[in-house]
């Protein structure tokens, strides 16, 4: 069973910094592609960025020059640097992970319990 967690959020300053981790374990195919969602209170989810397993990383123009994301396959881990962060990315961080088997061709996607981020002062 695929699982992901989520971990680093906290309170932090506006200005400050935060680095997200999302750990995906317990698959027995590849890990595609990781995005990154958000979800405030009374608003819609928002994709805040996506890392393809080669790397290459996308960002949603609210985020883009402040968060950074990174990517260790070896351990199916992927980092959100997010600086200079703002009282309006206040939200529930959640990750998801495209679980893809190339033998049949089908991707599965499972997602962590999130983990909130607050910026206040």
């Known amino acids: 069973q695929v699982q992901v967690v989520e971990s680093g959020g906290g309170l932090v300053q506006p200005g400050g910094s935060l680095r997200l981790s999302c750990v995906v374990s317990?698959?027995?195919?590849?890990?595609?592609?990781i995005t990154w969602y958000r979800q405030a209170p009374g608003k819609q989810r928002e994709l805040v960025a996506i890392?393809?397993?080669?790397?290459?990383?996308n960002y949603a123009d609210s985020v883009q020059g402040r968060f950074t994301l990174s990517r260790d396959n070896a351990k199916n881990t992927v980092y959100l640097q997010m600086n200079s962060l703002k009282p309006e990315d206040t939200a529930i961080y959640y990750c998801?992970?495209?679980?893809?088997?190339?033998?049949?061709?089908?991707?599965?996607?499972?997602r962590g319990q999130g983990t909130q981020v607050t910026v206040s002062s």
């Open positions: 890392i393809t397993r080669g790397g290459s990383a």
């Open positions: 998801n992970a495209r679980d893809y088997d190339y033998t049949r061709r089908v991707g599965s996607d499972y």
């Open positions: 317990g698959s027995l195919h590849v890990i595609n592609d």
